[in-house]
T-cell receptor, first 116, second 113 residues
Framework: DAGVIQSPRHEVTEMGQEVTLRCKPI?????LFWYRQTMMRGLELLIY????????DSGMPEDRFSAKMPNASFSTLKIQPSEPRDSAVYFC??????????????FGEGSRLTVL | GENVEQHPSTLSVQEGDSAVIKCTYS??????FPWYKQELGKRPQLIID?????GEKKDQRIAVTLNKTAKHFSLHITETQPEDSAVYFC????????????FGSGTRLLVRP
């Protein structure tokens, strides 16, 4: 298996532009998570899905952020309009429940976003 | 809501010494506690985890202990090596049976040769 695949790996954009980050989870995994990592705030959970359904989006910073999972093999995180404070590494991760218990989170390589 | 505190934020040890990283959690119903290692510029990767029905788990040079009464758990690395240098994150699930992992703030471990 290729693991969790994220694109783009790097994105540099100007303030006000729309940013779309993409994620392909590991086949067979039923949970998908979007995390944001910064030096100041560490690893923050933004939103997670179970069987393509958003379960908890309480970590989404504000209305400028939205996430979708149209099918089991694809998810997007969109920022519109982007701001310099959105600059961070965005990780997608997937997991599979095991015996009704949480399974290991497998992270993608991350998308490094820089908003100028 | 769930909160996970991690200490220390940085740790420097001599090669061969032991390293201990400690975490506390706030939700007494939390039941799953993984530890992730993140090397510079890389993704976090699971190194060990423990569930609330056991008090200790060991995997070669790495061990994790859990004290449910005090609501804290610790990572122990023995015979440290330079390749152990990385940022280590603890995490805990919320106690409502969800799979929402809350991470600690991370510990930057430096192993001096």
């Amino acid at each position: 298996d290729a693991g969790v695949i994220q694109s783009p790996r790097h994105e540099v954009t100007e303030m006000g532009q729309e940013v779309t980050l993409r994620c392909k989870p590991i086949s067979g995994h039923d949970y998908l998570f979007w995390y944001r990592q910064t030096m100041m705030r560490g690893l923050e959970l933004l939103i997670y899905f179970n069987n393509n359904v958003p379960i908890d989006d309480s970590g989404m910073p504000e209305d400028r952020f939205s996430a979708k999972m149209p099918n089991a093999s694809f998810s997007t995180l969109k920022i519109q309009p982007s701001e310099p404070r959105d600059s961070a590494v965005y990780f997608c991760a997937s997991s599979r429940t095991s015996g009704g218990a949480p399974g290991e989170l497998f992270f993608g390589e991350g998308s490094r976003l820089t908003v100028l | 809501g769930e909160n996970v505190e991690q200490h220390p934020s940085t740790l420097s040890v001599q090669e061969g010494d032991s390293a201990v990283i400690k975490c506390t959690y706030s939700d007494s119903a939390s039941n799953y506690f993984p530890w992730y290692k993140q090397e510079l510029g890389k993704r976090p990767q699971l190194i060990i985890d423990i569930r609330s029905n056991v008090g200790e788990k060991k995997d070669q040079r790495i061990a994790v202990t859990l004290n449910k009464t005090a609501k804290h758990f610790s990572l122990h690395i023995t015979e440290t090596q330079p390749e152990d240098s990385a940022v280590y994150f603890c995490a805990a699930t919320r106690g409502d049976s969800s799979y929402k992992l809350i991470f600690g703030s991370g510990t930057r471990l430096l192993v001096r040769p």
